[in-house]
Nanobody, 125 residues
Framework: QVQLVESGGGLVQAGGSLRLSCAAS????????MGWFRQAPGKEREFVAV????????YYADSVKGRFTISRDNAKNTVYLQMGSLKPEDTAVYYC??????????????????WGQGTQVTVSS
C-alpha cells in the first residue's frame, strides 16, 4: 500500500525558508512523477512543483519559480520541497502526491493517484 508522509511544515517569517519532506513507501517509485500541491483557506488546491523520479527533471508553477526547488533522494525514497523567499501568500497546507502514469508532467490534482495527509506552512508578514 502506497504511503506518502509529509513533514517539515511550520511557522516562518516572510523572507524565510522551509524544507518540506515527503517520505514515500509501499512500492517502487522510479517510474512515478512526484508532485507538491498546496491549498490555502477558501481556495482550491493548486499545483506547486513536480519531479520525474527517474530523471530528476522538474517543472514549477510560475508563482514559485526561482524560489522553490523540488528534489528527490533515491536512497531515502524521499521527495523534498525547498522553499525560500517565502511570502504570506505561500501560506497553505502543502500536499505531496504521486502520479503513476508516464505521460509527462501533470498539473491537475485529479491526475495524481496517491496523496499525503498534508503539512501546514504559515508565513507571517
Amino acid at each position: 500500500q502506497v504511503q506518502l508522509v509529509e513533514s517539515g511544515g511550520g511557522l516562518v517569517q516572510a523572507g524565510g525558508s522551509l524544507r518540506l519532506s515527503c517520505a514515500a513507501s509501499g512500492r517502487t517509485f522510479s517510474n512515478f512523477y512526484m508532485g507538491w500541491f498546496r491549498q490555502a483557506p477558501g481556495k482550491e488546491r493548486e499545483f506547486v512543483a513536480v519531479i520525474r523520479w527517474s530523471s530528476g527533471s522538474t517543472y514549477y508553477a510560475d508563482s514559485v519559480k526561482g524560489r522553490f526547488t523540488i528534489s528527490r533522494d533515491n536512497a531515502k525514497n524521499t521527495v523534498y520541497l525547498q522553499m525560500g523567499s517565502l511570502k504570506p501568500e505561500d501560506t497553505a497546507v502543502y500536499y505531496c502526491a504521486a502520479d503513476r502514469s508516464s505521460f509527462g508532467f501533470h498539473l491537475l490534482d485529479s491526475q495524481y493517484d496517491y496523496w499525503g495527509q498534508g503539512t501546514q506552512v504559515t508565513v507571517s508578514s
